[in-house]
């Protein structure tokens, strides 16, 4: 696989997930850490040997909220006081946490919602202006 050349930063981040469909992260070739929040320098033990990684997509929702009251962007999604949006923790199988919203789940009834379910990552509506992540249960 060829080097992976783009900086370690947010925007590369959300470029690798529009134009090519990956989550990426970055991995300390020094101590092992691994992170999907991409900066150039590692935050376990300060060094700069940073590589980029790709992400499976799979992980596991740790915890989770449902949010009724909503931005105006997400409430041109549909979302609001009739349709919760649903907000969590993944776990990812490679260890690292980050937050996203969760599909595929009914938001007014959070009590069926099973932290600990498996969940994929899921581009489908991404919004190639705003990307969020967003993962469903698989
Ligand atoms: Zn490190």
């Known amino acids: ?3 992976e050349t783009k900086e370690f930063t947010g925007a590369s981040f959300n470029a690798y997930l529009t134009e090519e469909k990956r989550m990426m992260g970055v991995h300390c070739r020094s101590c092992g850490y691994m992170s999907a929040e991409p900066r150039p320098m590692c935050r376990s033990c300060h060094g700069q040997d940073m590589e980029w990684v790709q992400f499976s997509g799979k992980g596991r929702l740790s915890t989770f909220t449902c949010i ?3 931005t105006n962007a997400m409430g041109e999604k549909g979302y609001g006081r009739d349709n919760p949006c649903c907000a969590g923790i993944v776990t990812l199988e490679e260890g690292p946490r980050i ?3 969760i599909l595929g789940v009914d938001g ?4 069926d919602i099973k932290t600990e379910a498996d969940v994929v990552l899921d581009l489908e509506d991404l919004d190639p202006e705003h990307p969020s992540l967003a993962f469903r249960p698989s």
């Open 1 to 3: 696989m060829a080097e």
């Open 108 to 111: 007014n009834n959070p009590q």
């Open 68 to 70: 009724s009251i909503v």
């Open 99 to 101: 937050s996203a919203r």
